[in-house]
């Protein structure tokens, strides 16, 4: 499944962004999606996943109370609502879905990757 992340972007500190990423497949309503992020000589990081249903959302420690991942399947479309950015929230993020449906901390527990989007966040 192609999948086209949007809404990066340069923010301030204490601002907030969302981000969304549109599956190209119909099935994507049986997937789990997931959000990484990654910066530079750093394995690529865990930030939320949601499965299938839409529920049982999770998070890393780092942005929980902060990001909110949610999803609209009728648009084949997941999202991640972040706010209180600081500059360690700077990254790319990445989305990923996994087709088994269960999602995963880990990247190898998906099938699909998008491209990637910058997030900047200024002090």
């Known amino acids: 499944v192609r999948l086209v992340e949007s809404g990066g972007g340069l923010v301030q500190a204490g601002g907030s962004l969302t981000l969304s990423c549109t599956a190209s497949?119909?099935?994507?309503?049986?997937?789990?999606p997931g959000w990484f992020r990654q910066t530079p000589g750093k394995e690529r990081e865990f930030v939320a996943a949601?499965?299938?249903?839409?529920?049982?959302?999770y998070y890393a420690d780092s942005v929980k109370g902060r990001f909110t991942i949610s999803r609209d399947n009728a648009k084949n479309t997941v999202f991640l609502q972040m706010t209180s950015l600081t500059p360690e929230d700077t990254a790319v993020y990445y989305c990923?879905?996994?087709?088994?449906?269960?999602?995963?901390?880990?990247?190898?527990?998906?099938?699909?990757w998008g491209q990637g989007t910058q997030v900047t966040v200024s002090s």
């Open positions: 990923a879905a996994d087709q088994g449906g269960l999602g995963s901390r880990f990247p190898i527990g998906y099938d699909s």
């Open positions: 949601i499965n299938w249903g839409g529920g049982g959302a």
């Open positions: 497949d119909r099935d994507f309503r049986h997937y789990a």
